[in-house]
């Protein structure tokens, strides 16, 4: 039944490539077991890439399975390197033994363009196993992914670049280390860069973990993974309905959704606000710059924008859901720019920004507000998120302010 209804989506030739991922995840997650068991056997047997593909994506937006995600990862390696483009979004979710198998085929024959796309993904993930190939290493997007985590040897080279040249690239080099050391360079070098540099500066500091006017934290050090869910598997609720009034565009009266409440009794993150984080968005002709609102014993307060009487939006999440969180041992967070749209939701750590900006300051007092939640586009087991690019999440904890901001490719 499944490789029918499989070729029957993806022959039909009226549909897109989004709609037809749409379909298939819809009737993937139908099946009993949400059809897991079905995937790992089709894609250990087929040799039908495309349709690996698909079936490989949707199980990476599932938590857990991990025994699943391995096998067929294994299958690719060791007997159908044709399917390695598949595998690509499993590797996230993959042990230390299988990561270094990978990276191993890469280095033996770096000139595949399916396993330089796994070994991005690495790099993107995973960039300490990669220091050790530093020397051979030559594409320049592996080379600044991997600078995340480095080493203080790098760190001393890059200043002594930017002394000699000048060169701001440089300096967010700088910001993608998240390193005390690299933390250092940049607060040393701010007050020696030209005027029109100095606003990129501060944010490559904010990024690294302080506010450079006040050396608080500007990140939450705690890191963890989130997978989209049904309401009843985790405390973390998206989308649905919502007890007080919430945001409202301006000009169209457009409510906005709950894109995520978090359950703080349930997180190690050390907030010490009665409330519960939870953030808003809504989209359409004029979409929001950030979304400002105060949680008081007495409800919502919109800071700088109206509030509904009551009703909710649900456009943008597809369901009454949940988010689901595991502990992800990602010490200086992912490396270079984020490419959105791939379901790589995360709470705590450090962001992964489409670009460097300035974090939000709080409008009650004034203090940088802490980055907190991001949430990616793409594909859920329930359907699509309703918009694009990636939406942070920052928190005022004295304030109990949470801001919503929201970065696009385009």
């Known amino acids: 039944m499944l490789e029918s209804q499989l070729q029957r989506i ?28 079905e995937i790992v056997e089709f894609i250990i047997n087929t040799n039908d890439g495309i349709a690996a593909n698909y079936l490989a994506n949707y199980l990476s937006i599932l938590p857990n399975y991990d025994q699943n995600k391995r096998k067929i990862v294994e299958q690719a390696i060791h007997q159908k390197r044709h399917l390695l483009s598949a595998v690509v979004n499993l590797v996230k979710d993959l042990p230390d033994g299988l990561l270094d198998q990978l990276i191993n085929a890469y280095f033996q024959n770096p000139s595949s363009s399916d396993l330089y796309n796994i070994i991005f993904e690495v790099a993107q993930f995973f960039p300490e196993k990669l220091h050790k190939f530093d020397d051979q290493i030559e594409d320049e997007y592996l080379r600044q992914a991997i600078l995340t985590g480095g080493s203080d040897r790098w760190v001393d080279e890059l200043v002594r670049k930017y002394y000699e040249d000048q060169n701001p690239q440089h300096l967010q080099d700088l ?38 006017d006040t050396r608080l934290a500007s990140v939450y050090f705690e890191n963890y993974r989130g997978y989209v869910v049904s309401r009843e598997e985790s405390p ?8 007080y009034p919430v945001p409202k565009c301006p000009f169209t ?3 906005a959704n709950r894109i995520l409440s978090l359950d703080t009794s349930q997180l190690d993150l050390d ?24 949680f008081t014993d007495e409800g919502i307060i919109g800071l700088m924008t109206p509030m509904t009487e009551g009703e909710v939006g649900t456009d943008l999440i597809p369901g009454e859901l949940a988010l689901k969180l ?25 962001p992964p920004l489409i670009r460097f900006e300035r974090f939000p300051r709080c409008p009650i ?46």
């Open 10 to 37: 993806l022959k039909n030739p009226e549909l897109t490539v989004d709609e037809k991922e749409q379909q298939i995840t819809q009737f993937l997650h139908s099946l009993p077991g949400k059809g897991v068991n």
């Open 271 to 294: 907030l010490e606000s009665p409330h519960n984080p939870t953030f808003f968005w809504y989209e359409g002709e004029h979409p929001p710059d950030c979304i400002y609102v105060q």
């Open 175 to 212: 910001a993608w280390f998240r390193t005390d050391k690299a933390l250092d360079a940049l607060l040393s070098l701010a007050p020696t860069v030209p005027e029109e540099d100095l606003e990129d500066v501060y944010a490559y500091i904010e990024s690294s973990g302080v506010f450079p």
């Open 253 to 255: 009266d457009t409510p």
């Open 365 to 410: 007092c004034g203090q940088g507000m802490q980055f907190l939640v991001s949430i990616d586009s793409g594909m859920t087991p329930f359907g699509s998120l309703g918009f694009t690019g990636i939406l942070y999440g920052f928190w005022c904890d004295p304030c109990s302010v949470s801001c919503t901001y929201g970065q696009t490719d385009e």
């Open 236 to 243: 973390h609720h998206m989308g649905g309905s919502f007890p």
């Open 326 to 350: 595991e502990e992800y041992p990602c010490k200086y967070g992912r490396g270079m720019a984020a490419i959105p749209g791939f379901a790589n939701h995360q709470v705590g750590g450090y």
